[in-house]
């Protein structure tokens, strides 16, 4: 039997990708007969108690780091990865774990690996985005800055230091290649959806049509969280083009985030208050009924290094319910999407493409089925968790071996 200790930037009862993909990798690998424990950073705030139980999962916490340092701008990572380490390493000698597997970011990965060297155990680290990438996205740095270079450093510094690298995605495969790590040492586990936990799409709720105004409209929708990266503003740029050829249209924009004031204000100037719809953030148990609202999902992501490289979880857990969507082309999407078969894909950060692309869809029901059909079957067949957790079979018993 493994028993692996996950370090993680945030968990379950917080709801974002991040959570629902460690939630999803956790269960499937203690399907496997693994012991698997769990630690989480200061990111993921105050806390009342050294550890949580949350479904089934037990997440030992680290406090918040305190004190001048942590006031800093640079001193609050570090002093951040002080109390990991210190936690990090109180767990560890705790439940004495085969593997330490720090996950993104490598403010994670960096105290992982001390701490493993110091015990003499194992350290992977497992990549779902380039932290300067996602600094990038959220307006922190520029790419090429100073700070972007420290921080691409810092990140190669740590996959080559640790013992075995994981990822996502091809895309983030190739780019960790390209940094010097032999390609043996590298193993993705692809972005996946618990089938399980999917429902095929249900006619939509009466009620909750009335409520928002979509009784007999047309709904284009996006359902997650408002970064600028997911394109949601060029979806509204090609509103005009499609309400053109479907007045009946109406966009549905479930969740909210740090572009929710700028899509506002964006909808205001194009006058299309009365199209679109910003309903705030729903309970995640609600979600399903307002994804039965949506006729076409949109992923209308924007072209850059972080939509390049890492894939979502998004396309897959349409698929996973049968719906249609278009998404744009960057890499991110293709390595998920086969145009025509299982989604829509359009020319990236053209609107024109986007609205095409759309009026198409909407043009095409007899091609309505067929899509539904490969979809879902792409994501029972290839992309669910027991196919993906099932790489980490053979790095992590080799590691253990020679441990």
């Known amino acids: ?38 630690l989480t950073s200061p990111k993921q705030g105050e806390i009342s108690a050294p550890f949580e139980d949350v479904d089934g999962l037990r997440f030992y916490r680290t406090p918040l780091a305190t004190g001048t340092l942590a006031k800093l701008p640079l001193g609050k990572e570090l002093a951040l990865m002080k ?3 210190q936690r ?130 047309t709904v284009i929708g996006f359902i997650g969280s408002f970064y600028a990266y997911e394109g949601l503003d060029l979806l509204l740029e090609a509103l005009p083009a499609i309400i053109e050829k479907t007045p009946d249209i109406r966009v549905l924009l479930v969740g909210g985030g740090p572009q929710e004031a700028n899509l506002r204000r964006q909808a205001d100037k194009l006058g299309l208050n009365d199209v679109v719809i910003f309903t705030g953030r729903v309970p995640h148990s609600e979600v399903s009924r307002y994804y039965d609202l949506i006729n076409v999902l949109a992923y209308p992501r924007h072209p850059m290094r972080l939509t390049e490289l890492v894939t979502p979880l998004k396309p897959l857990e349409a698929m996973a319910q049968g719906q249609l969507f278009v998404a744009s082309d960057v ?34 029901r007899d091609h309505w089925p067929t899509l539904k059909a490969n979809g879902r079957q792409f994501v029972e067949n290839t992309r669910n968790w027991r196919n993906s957790v099932a790489n980490y079979r053979e790095p992590y018993s080799r590691l253990v071996k020679h441990g």
Request: charged share 25%; glycine share 8%; aromatic share 6%.
């Open 1 to 38: 039997m493994i028993r692996t200790l996950h370090v993680l930037d945030h968990s379950i009862p917080l709801h974002s990708g991040y959570t629902f993909r460690t939630a999803a990798l956790l269960r499937e690998q203690r399907a496997l007969g693994w012991e698997t424990f769990h």
């Open 83 to 85: 109390r990991l380490e």
């Open 88 to 217: 990090l390493e109180e767990v560890a000698l705790e439940v004495r774990p085969d593997i330490i597997h720090a996950h993104s970011p490598v403010l994670n990965a960096l105290p992982a690996i001390k701490v493993a060297r110091k015990l003499g155990i194992p350290v992977v680290y497992e990549i779902r985005a380039f932290w300067e990438d996602a600094a990038v996205d959220h307006g922190t740095t520029n790419e090429g800055s100073l700070r972007y270079r420290a921080t691409r450093k810092l990140e190669t510094r740590a996959i080559q230091q640790v013992d075995h690298v994981f990822t996502i995605c091809e895309g983030l495969r190739a780019d960790i290649v390209a940094r010097g790590v032999a390609a043996e040492k590298v193993t993705v586990i692809p972005n996946a959806v618990d089938i399980g936990s999917f429902n095929l799409a249900s006619p939509p709720d009466p009620e909750l049509q009335k409520k928002w105004g979509l009784t007999g409209k």
């Open 331 to 364: 890499g991110g999407h293709k390595e998920l999407v086969k145009h025509n078969k299982t989604g829509i894909l359009f020319k990236a950060g053209d609107r024109q493409s986007l609205a095409l692309a759309i009026l198409e869809l909407l043009g095409n």
